[in-house]
């Protein structure tokens, strides 16, 4: 049975509290993450601004293995205060239809209420994926090298690809 996820009040101070301990910023074209954290690696494509299905289950794998039951989603393409400007909602870790049904239309945050992980989806369907050691070793996706492949495929010829060497060579599965 699908649980819905909860569209929850942005200025919650555990919310702030949870996003400060996992970003440093909210672009996902340059390394965004805390600095103590762990770079796990890159995903491309999502689908859209979602994860796609195996994308999702394996940082929800990882998720569970660091005592998470829940995430959250955060639209972060705002000017000023995205907390009180955009939308954010509470998802149980293992449903992936109800994630799938976000309305989800602007680059966004998915990650841990705890602050032990995130990951930043951008328009251009990459993510950068990070948190604490355990929870990197625990997210096994077997499409770490292919998805870097396919996103240094797609942009090979794009003159404006020069976000693309600085993640890859901070973001290694």
Known sequence: MNMPAQLID??????????????AGRDPFVDSLQQDL?????FFPTDGYHLTDEQFRAVMSAARAVGDSQF??????????FFRRGRHWLCPVDEFASYVELPLVLENAV???????????SHEQHAIVGGVGSFCRAAKYEGWERDRAAL???????????WIEPLM????P
């Open 10 to 23: 942005g200025s919650e101070g555990w919310l702030r509290e949870a996003w400060n301990a996992v970003f």
């Open 38 to 42: 762990k770079r796990c690696g890159l």
């Open 72 to 81: 959250v989603v955060s639209e972060v393409e705002y000017a000023g205060d």
């Open 111 to 121: 990650y841990s209420p705890a602050g032990k992980w995130g990951l930043l989806v």
């Open 152 to 162: 240094l495929s797609a942009w090979a010829r794009s003159e404006a690809r020069g």
């Open 169 to 172: 060579s901070r973001y290694r």
